[in-house]
Structure formats: structure tokens, C-alpha cells
């Protein structure tokens, strides 16, 4: 009995300490991890709603803040920031917040007001910009990992898929008269925004590619860090240019396309688990 | 009625003040007097179209921005439309969203442009083109037709940069300070220990690249110091300050790289490098710039509180020499040739002479 209250006393603990909350009341997420941004990867969430008052997705501490009319050495495109150091050595960023609406101090609950959504620095409308680095582990999170799940019923949308065969790119259903071949394939797949009833495209969770049952390869934006230089999807090489061939179409592996029939299958899924998964014929002509 | 009132007390004593300023030089000392030469106005200046482009300095003077002489000849003043990066021969304006940038020289006339996804600078020169991500996750350096020279991205957002001719500084929010050759590869990397909270809030480099300071941590905050010796760099200088700035600070080398000149609560600390010392300005508000006169061994700071800008000119043993003070915004500093100052005060710009007697 003693036993069991200590454990419970320490789950009481682990989960107020370590567990996040939602920055905003009325959530819509418009914009998702490890989008394009033309050339290179979108490194958190954006959140709409309005000027809604954004709250810490936890308890913490202010250890960096910038608004507008402050000395900076660069230009900001973060616009009014906030940075909150957490338990963990978590540390989350608030951007674009409305002039004159940040909390000064050095500790805020997570029931205080941080700020209000704005439209500063580099935006294109009232939104904030939720990016999460993990010290510990040297990476950037994706804040859905870390946030309690919102209901989300939408899969994923497969496009368009193509086989690029050395320079050249077809759609895979326009594909005739290829020999036996290396091709790489390309998928063009989006999530969809839950809350409008018009095309609002987000970056699905985990993009997968099959090849006769086996998995070839893997696109996930869990979290992102830094490789020589170069930001890259964790526990991988790749970069923003190995993964996107443009915003919405992404690069997964190559496959050998031999005499006869080829099949592989594609599975794209978004971060509440919803998944879509189409498969793919291929036939190769004989080799004159 | 009272609203005006207040407001025409305001004018009032800006132009007493401009008076004051212009009309009686002041003694500042056995060493320097503070000469102003001109006063002009900047929103109602109809820009010269002819002139030398030689001699032309940049200006800046609330969101005006633009190009005047020795004389106080304006040759452009516009307004800034987001962020303005200007040097004496170049400049970029460019409005928070934009995709394409344009260089044109003092006259206005278009030079270059290119396309980038981030906000473009220069350095003080105008000879470094560099671009910064606007989620401040990386920085890239760019030829003025936007070709890439190098890139370099962080998991860390860059909280301060510093960069002069062959050297860039960088500060990080997890506590690293990198040093980047002209190339982009990382010549010496320091993240300190001793803070509860590591994170660098403010860099500088000296004029000949050899010295380079932080601002590094959160309880305790320090300054320290680092020094090039036979090619590399190590820490020769450490020391706790009083503040614990939660935003990016302001921190200048001045007087050959002898000395350091670091943002504090109350003013400025003069920091003399060989022998440690450390002494203590007291300004009034928040300090807006730091401007070093290096034959002079005088720093010229503007500070601002409750819109009210403060002009001070100190010593390196943190005296002030001469003071002043006027409504509204003030700033940046200007220095040239070591004794001019050319300063934005309340939608004009001003010049002081700083001479020796």
C-alpha cells in the first residue's frame, strides 16, 4: 500500500512537471512541423484563432525575450518573442506576439498570461509560431509530440505519386516503355486542416514506402537536428533538400524496377494516427 | 487643453535645448570640447540630387532613414519600411514579408537584387552580405546577386551576432558561443559553465579581430573575454556582472580592443582589459548605443527612458564629460574620422565635433 502511494505520488509528479499544455484555448493548428519554408523546414506549429491570449505550455522561466524598439543585432522575423525555460531543460519559444502584450518578469504558471497572438515579424497574418528545443538530446521537437492530442478525423491525402528515372519525372500511372531501371519515388501527399471546409494543406506525420511487403524507407518529423551544419530529420542524414522535392512533394527511396510487374505501397500518416495507404503496379517491359 | 499644453512644453524645451546645444560649446574637460556644427531636419529636407557620392554618411533618425554629408546636405531620407540594413555606400529596404531584395547606392539607384527566404544585412562595411533564417535557426552569407557563399544552421535559435571583415560571433540561446571564419567554418566554440541558465545575450569583436567578448548566462550573468593568440582563440578574462538581461544586450570594444564597454542596469561598465578593472557609468533609462572615439579615449552613449533621450559622453575611467539631454528618441551614433558625430535626435539629425584644446 506504501509502496503503491509513493508511485502514485511520483506519477502525480512526473506528469505536472513534464507535461505540456496547449499555449491557446481554442486550438487550430495551421500550420504543422517540418513543413516546407521554400528552403528549409518549418522548425515548429503555427497557431490560428485569432488574437487569443497565449498561455506557457508549462511552468517556467523567462529567459529571453525580444520586442519591437529593443536593440537586436540582426534583423527579428520572430517578431515580440518569448523563450521559457522548462523542467528538463525543455525550452519553448512564442513568436509573433502582439506589440506591448508580453509579461514582463522572470517566472510565469501555466495558467498566466505570456502574451497575445500577434502579426509581428515575419507573418502573414495574426498567428503564433510554437518552436520546442530539447537540450538534452540537442534537437527540435515537434510540439505535437509533447501536447496533449486534439481530435483530428481527416486522413492524410495521397496526390499524386511519380518515379523519377534519371532526370526524367512521370506520374506513375503515365509510365510505358521503361526498361528495367533504378527510380526513385515521389510522393505528393498533404494533411488537411480539420477546421475549414476549403483545401488547407498541412505536412503529414510519417510518410512510408513498402517495397514487396518490406520497408524501404521512412520520412518522420518527430524532431529535427543539427548535422554538419545542416538541420536534418533525426536519426537521419536528411536535410530539407533530401526530403522535398517541392512543398508538398517529398523524396522517399529508390526502387529497382525489374521485368515484369513491380509493386509497392505507400502509407502516409498524420500525427492523431489517421493513415492512407495506396499501392502501386508497375509493369516492366522485356529487355530487347 | 492640457494634452496640448504638455505638448507644446515638450517642443519648447527640445528647441531651448537645440539652442543650448548649438549656440554654446561646451567644455568638457582639459582635453575635449563638444562642438555642434548643424542641426537638420530630416522629414521636411528636400534631398539634393547632385553631389559628390564620396563623403556621403549614412543616417538614421526614428524610421528615417538616408544619406547627408559633412555639411549636412541631405541626399536621401525615406522612411523604413520594415527593416533597413545601411552602410555609406549601400543600402536594402525591405518590408516583413518580402521574398526579393534590392541594393541601391546613396542616390537611390537600384544596384542588385536577388531573392531570399530570410532577412538580408550587411555588415558595417557594406562588404558583407549576409542572411539571417527569420526563425533565427541559421545564417547564411550571400554575394550581392544572392549566390551562397556558406550556411550554417543551428537546433538553437541565434540570440546576438557580431561580424567583422574575415570573423562572425554568434550567440546562441543554448549558451554556445561559435566563432565562424569568412568562410562559415566554426574556428572556436565556448559554451561556459558556472550559470544556472547558459545562454549568450550579447557578443562583440575588436576592430582587429583579435579580441572577442560575451555576455553569457542567467544566475550568474558574466562578461568574458577572449584573445587570439598565435591563431587561436582561448578565455583570458572572466567576471560575474550585477545584471541578469533577459533580452539581447549591448557590449563594444573601444580603445584599440583595450577596453570593453558592456551594457548594465545603470549605465555602462568600462571594462579595462589588461588589468581587469572594472569601472561603472551611471546613465539614466535604457542605452540605445555606444560610440568609442578611439584617439580620444571618450565613448559617446545614448540612453532613453520614458521618451526622453539622454546624451552622455564619458571617459575610459567612466566619468561623464559632457551631458545633454532631449525629448524623444535618439540614435544610432555615428563617428567619423574619429572626432565627428553625427546623431538622429527628434526627426533631424545633428553633428559634434569632439575637439582638443
Known amino acids: 500500500m506504501k509502496k503503491l502511494t509513493v508511485s502514485l505520488v511520483f506519477l502525480f509528479l512526473a506528469v505536472s512537471l513534464f507535461s505540456f499544455d496547449w499555449p491557446v484555448k481554442h486550438i487550430i493548428v495551421t500550420s504543422t512541423f517540418g513543413e516546407s519554408r521554400g528552403d528549409h523546414f518549418h522548425t515548429g506549429i503555427d497557431l490560428g484563432?485569432?488574437?487569443?491570449?497565449?498561455?506557457p505550455i508549462s511552468d517556467g522561466e523567462v529567459i529571453f525575450e525580444h520586442t519591437s524598439g529593443q536593440y537586436s543585432s540582426i534583423p527579428i522575423g520572430l517578431g515580440n518573442f518569448v523563450v521559457l525555460q522548462h523542467k528538463g531543460?525543455?525550452?519553448?519559444?512564442?513568436?509573433?506576439?502582439?506589440d506591448n502584450s508580453i509579461k514582463v518578469g522572470t517566472s510565469v504558471l501555466r495558467n498566466e498570461k505570456l502574451g497575445v497572438i500577434g502579426d509581428t515579424g515575419h507573418s502573414f497574418g495574426k498567428h503564433l509560431h510554437l518552436s520546442i528545443i530539447d537540450?538534452?538530446?540537442h534537437s527540435i521537437l515537434n510540439p505535437l509530440s509533447l501536447l496533449p492530442q486534439v481530435p483530428d478525423s481527416q486522413p492524410p491525402i495521397i496526390k499524386n505519386v511519380f518515379l523519377k528515372i534519371g532526370d526524367k519525372i512521370e506520374k506513375v500511372s503515365h509510365i510505358k516503355n521503361v526498361k528495367p531501371s533504378r527510380a526513385q519515388i515521389l510522393v505528393e501527399t498533404y494533411d488537411l486542416r480539420e477546421d475549414v471546409s476549403f483545401i488547407w494543406k498541412l505536412a503529414p506525420y510519417v510518410i512510408i514506402l513498402y517495397e514487396n511487403g518490406a520497408e524501404l524507407g521512412r520520412i518522420t518529423f518527430n524532431s529535427i537536428t543539427e548535422h554538419t551544419g545542416k538541420l536534418v530529420l533525426n536519426g537521419t542524414d536528411k536535410s530539407f533538400n533530401d526530403v522535398y522535392k517541392s512543398d508538398w512533394t517529398?523524396?522517399?527511396?529508390?526502387?529497382e524496377l525489374l521485368e515484369g510487374e513491380n509493386h509497392f505501397l505507400i502509407v502516409v500518416k498524420d500525427f492523431a494516427g489517421n493513415e492512407t495507404m495506396r499501392d502501386y503496379f508497375v509493369k516492366i517491359g522485356k529487355v530487347k | 487643453m492640457k494634452k496640448k499644453k504638455k505638448k507644446h512644453i515638450g517642443i519648447l524645451s527640445f528647441i531651448i535645448g537645440i539652442v543650448i546645444i548649438v549656440f554654446f560649446a561646451v567644455p568638457t574637460g582639459k582635453e575635449n570640447v563638444v562642438k555642434p556644427l548643424w542641426y537638420n531636419s530630416v522629414t521636411k529636407a528636400e534631398p539634393l540630387k547632385n553631389g559628390q557620392a564620396e563623403g556621403r554618411i549614412w543616417y538614421r533618425s526614428g524610421n528615417i532613414y538616408g544619406y547627408t554629408d559633412l555639411e549636412g546636405n541631405i541626399y536621401l531620407s525615406e522612411k523604413s519600411s520594415f527593416f533597413t540594413s545601411i552602410t555609406d555606400s549601400v543600402y536594402m529596404d525591405y518590408s516583413k514579408v518580402s521574398e526579393k531584395f534590392y541594393i541601391k547606392n546613396s542616390d537611390g539607384i537600384l544596384l542588385d537584387g536577388f531573392k531570399a527566404t530570410g532577412y538580408p544585412f550587411f555588415d558595417k562595411t557594406g562588404k558583407r552580405?549576409?542572411?539571417?533564417?527569420t526563425d533565427l535557426s541559421g545564417i547564411s552569407e550571400i554575394t550581392r546577386n544572392g549566390q551562397p557563399k556558406w550556411k550554417r544552421d543551428f537546433i538553437s535559435t541565434i540570440t546576438t551576432v557580431s561580424v567583422s571583415k574575415k570573423l562572425m560571433v554568434l550567440g546562441l540561446l543554448d549558451g554556445n558561443m561559435l566563432i565562424l571564419d569568412e568562410?562559415?567554418?566554426?574556428i572556436y566554440q565556448f559554451k561556459p559553465g558556472g550559470s544556472k541558465i547558459p545562454i549568450i545575450v550579447g557578443t562583440a569583436i575588436s576592430d582587429n579581430e583579435n579580441t572577442v567578448a560575451c555576455i553569457f548566462g542567467?544566475?550568474?550573468?558574466?562578461?568574458?573575454?577572449?584573445?587570439?593568440?598565435?591563431?587561436?582563440?582561448a578565455l583570458m578574462f572572466s567576471k560575474k556582472t550585477d545584471t541578469n538581461f533577459r533580452r539581447e544586450t549591448l557590449l563594444k570594444f573601444g580603445w584599440n580592443g583595450d577596453f570593453l564597454l558592456a551594457e548594465d542596469y545603470h549605465g555602462v561598465d568600462i571594462v579595462d582589459i589588461l588589468s581587469g578593472k572594472l569601472v561603472r557609468t551611471k546613465l539614466k533609462g535604457e542605452i540605445r548605443d555606444i560610440s568609442v572615439l578611439n584617439n580620444r579615449m571618450i565613448a559617446v552613449i545614448v540612453s532613453e527612458l520614458n521618451n526622453r533621450s539622454y546624451f552622455d559622453i564619458v571617459n575610459q575611467y567612466g566619468a561623464t564629460i559632457f551631458h545633454t539631454e532631449f525629448n524623444g528618441s535618439a540614435g544610432p551614433i555615428r563617428e567619423i574620422k574619429n572626432h565627428i558625430i553625427i546623431i538622429g535626435i527628434h526627426g533631424g539629425i545633428m553633428r559634434l565635433d569632439i575637439?582638443?584644446?
Open chain 1, 49 to 55: 484563432g485569432g488574437a487569443q491570449t497565449v498561455y
Open chain 1, 89 to 98: 531543460n525543455i525550452r519553448s519559444i512564442y513568436c509573433h506576439l502582439k
Open chain 1, 135 to 137: 537540450l538534452e538530446t
Open chain 1, 250 to 255: 517529398y523524396k522517399l527511396n529508390f526502387i
Open chain 2, 129 to 133: 552580405l549576409l542572411v539571417v533564417k
Open chain 2, 183 to 186: 568562410k562559415g567554418e566554426i
Open chain 2, 218 to 233: 542567467l544566475e550568474p550573468q558574466n562578461i568574458l573575454i577572449f584573445k587570439r593568440e598565435n591563431g587561436n582563440f
Open chain 2, 355 to 357: 575637439e582638443g584644446v
